[in-house]
């Protein structure tokens, strides 16, 4: 049989060579199916958790018995030197002793470490969520590159207008020669744009295969609705307190404390009983020996005292230190919300105003320069101006993507409760 790893490898392998050889477009809830079939964080929490707990059941385990064997009082000099039989205090021994520790302190020890346990599952939810983030940001990034070199494509297919438009003046005597090779350096200048956004489409399909471990050619399929997030700026603060990091460090918390409750109880020192049994000459008795011993805490304030103080101290740092967390993320969070929204509202603005006039006027001029009435300089300043008007409504929906996924993402869910929540 398949060891669990190996067979996660010929998982994601068969998913990957299914993507490869169909040209179906590859979605945002496939590619994070697929970047958690890859991730291997998530496997290395999970194997943090069951160390944590199989420690949690070996430390609810007393101590190992000790087997002691040995020769007590045996002559070195006089006739009886090195015998040990003679001496009628020599005596091979044989023993075993056992450290008695009380129930309720093998109890807390194994809750230390279940605690910790639950602070590596808390540590499996920080990845998924940091897994499912990146991906859905690599994934949009490809996507939106993809649209800004299809809309820079279709520009240089329309700025083909002003060339012709300067050549007929050229030939009948109304342009110079000066505005045909403008009107070419325009189209240019489009071909160098598009070999940039080319080079930044390559990029993005590397962030995004090193997340799915898929190396797709084809077109994305289209994303989520952006204009829901699982967020309100309302119930923020109630929110916030299951964000990934605030329950590691709640979960660390836990661990600490129970390691105040170790440390409280080693104040109660554990008992050890010895039995052994020792053997003399065939002319003594053979003797049999039993004793308890206790330590002595004798410097509880130096020592036990201060093991407690220093857990808890550790536990008020903990403490401190979420307390703190949870503030940043609300205010990380808030200032995501608003930007969100913000960008939002500016893209209606360009979607009602911006672009429409943007192409308004780059038409009014085409037709003034057809008619003799403008400059080929008009023309192509307002073409130019109507491209990064466009560029830039993308480059806007490309910021509210983001956004959207880091809002999207800030807590784990599973991705089919992911995709309904954003509808």
């Known amino acids: ?17 299914a993507w490869s050889t169909h040209a179906e477009p590859l979605s945002l809830q496939d590619a994070l199916r697929l970047s958690e079939q890859r991730s291997r964080q998530l496997p290395a929490q999970d194997a943090a958790a069951d160390a944590a ?17 040995g020769v007590d009082n045996l002559p070195i000099n006089g006739a009886d030197r090195f015998s040990t039989t003679r001496d009628f205090m020599t005596m091979r021994t044989v023993g075993v002793s056992q450290e008695w520790t009380r129930s309720d302190k093998l109890r807390l020890r194994s809750a230390r470490f279940e605690r910790e346990a639950e602070a590596a599952e808390a540590g499996r939810q920080l990845a998924l969520a940091n897994l499912q983030r990146d991906t859905a940001v690599a994934w949009l990034d490809l996507y939106y590159q993809q649209r800004m070199r299809a809309l820079l494509v279709q520009q240089k297919d329309e700025a083909a207008l002003p060339v012709q438009a300067a050549d007929a003046a050229y030939r009948g005597g109304r342009g110079t020669q000066a505005d045909v090779f403008a009107a070419r350096a325009a189209v240019a ?22 997340w799915t471990g898929v190396a797709t050619e084809e077109a994305l399929d289209a994303p989520p609705p952006l204009d829901v997030v699982r967020l309100s700026d309302e119930s923020l603060d109630q929110d916030i307190a299951h964000h990934p990091e605030v329950s590691v460090l709640l979960k660390q918390e836990a661990a600490a404390q129970a390691d105040v409750d170790v440390a409280r ?16 000459g065939p002319a003594y008795s053979n003797m049999v020996s039993f004793g308890v011993s206790i330590p002595l805490q004798w410097d509880q304030k130096n020592r036990q005292d201060r093991e407690l103080g220093a857990k808890l101290a550790v536990v008020e740092q903990l403490r401190a230190q979420r307390e703190e ?42 037709a003034a320069y057809r008619g003799g009435t403008a400059l080929l ?46 509808k």
């Open 377 to 422: 300089s008009v023309v192509l300043d307002a073409r130019r101006g109507e491209i990064d008007t466009r560029m830039e409504r993308l480059r806007l929906e490309m910021s509210v993507a983001r956004l959207w996924a880091q809002l999207n993402y800030l807590i784990p869910v599973g991705h089919e409760a992911a995709m309904e929540s954003a």
């Open 189 to 210: 200048q489009i071909d160098d744009r598009i070999a940039a956004t080319a080079r930044d489409v390559l990029s993005a399909k590397t962030m995004l295969t090193r």
């Open 1 to 17: 049989m398949f060891s669990p790893f190996v067979r996660a490898a010929l998982a994601l392998g068969l998913a990957a060579f």
């Open 325 to 366: 967390q949870t503030r940043m993320h609300v205010a990380e969070a808030r200032t995501l919300l608003q930007q969100w929204q913000s960008d939002r509202d500016r893209m209606v603005r360009y979607d009602k105003e911006l672009l429409p006039l943007a192409a308004e006027r780059t038409r009014a001029a085409l």
């Open 265 to 280: 109880a080693n104040k109660r020192p554990d008992v050890s009983v010895e039995l052994s049994y020792s053997q003399r």
């Open 53 to 69: 707990r199989q420690m949690a059941v070996s430390a609810g385990q007393r101590p190992d018995p000790v087997l002691k064997a």
